[in-house]
């Protein structure tokens, strides 16, 4: 099975950066995703990461480290329309894809 | 090019009821999923479909079946609908191995009283 862990709620500051921590457990493993979800909305697609190594795009950064079991997805420069939920999630080898709870991000004035 | 979409888009039931949501894609996806959505609890997989005429389980399969009769269409039944059932399910897809084309419908909100 998976085991997915992310923190709960992070809060920043608009203009400021955020990494937003991942770390999984999984009985094989195909690539790790990140997500965006505003609330009341659906996920939207943001980043797949199956190699070591960091993928930047604009504003979001996502890494992995397939030995240590770890991602992190990393937000520069904040803005107002980032406060959403970052979601994490693991597809194995069945192609069946996981999800954590979830992070809140807040960001501030 | 309507993406995915999901019918209905809300729906009370009575416990015990019986329903049936579709997923509906027109981008050609080989792979399907469903999942419901609970505060604090994140997305749980509860079916999913690698093509047509394939369907396997998720975390949470119990009380659900599933069917992928056309490769356009993931439907997801509920037979005997239970209050623990109140959520908001997302279907998904995608093509094979092109993660970045992947898609979430909108949801459908379903209350069980």
């Known amino acids: 099975g998976q085991n997915i862990d992310q923190p709960t709620e992070m809060t920043a500051t608009e203009g400021a950066i955020v990494q937003i921590n991942c770390t999984y457990q999984t009985s094989g493993f195909n690539g790790l995703f990140w997500y965006q979800q505003h609330a009341g909305e659906a996920p939207t697609f943001l980043s797949y990461?199956?190699?070591?190594g960091l993928e930047e795009k604009g504003r979001f950064s996502s890494f992995l480290s397939r030995s240590k079991g770890y991602s992190y997805l990393l937000l520069k420069e904040l803005q107002m329309k980032d406060s959403a939920s970052y979601l994490c999630a693991v597809i194995d080898n069945d192609y069946k894809l996981s999800f954590g709870a979830g992070t809140t991000v807040t960001v501030r004035a | 090019n309507a993406g995915v979409t999901q019918t209905p888009k809300f729906r009370v039931l009575k416990t015990g009821q019986s329903m049936t949501l579709l997923c509906a894609q027109d981008?050609?996806?080989?792979?399907m999923y469903w999942y419901r959505q609970d505060p604090g609890m994140g997305l749980r997989l509860i079916h999913y479909s690698v093509g047509e005429g394939t369907t396997a389980k998720g975390e949470v399969p119990d009380g659900y079946n599933v069917s992928r009769l056309k490769k356009q269409n993931f439907l997801l039944g509920l037979e005997s609908a239970a209050p623990s059932q109140t959520s908001v399910y997302f279907c998904?897809?995608?093509?094979?191995?092109?993660?970045?084309?992947?898609?979430f419908g909108p949801g459908t909100r379903l209350l069980v009283l």
């Open positions: 990461n199956v190699l070591d």
């Open positions: 981008m050609n996806h080989e792979y």
């Open positions: 998904a897809s995608t093509r094979e191995v092109e993660w970045e084309t992947q898609y």
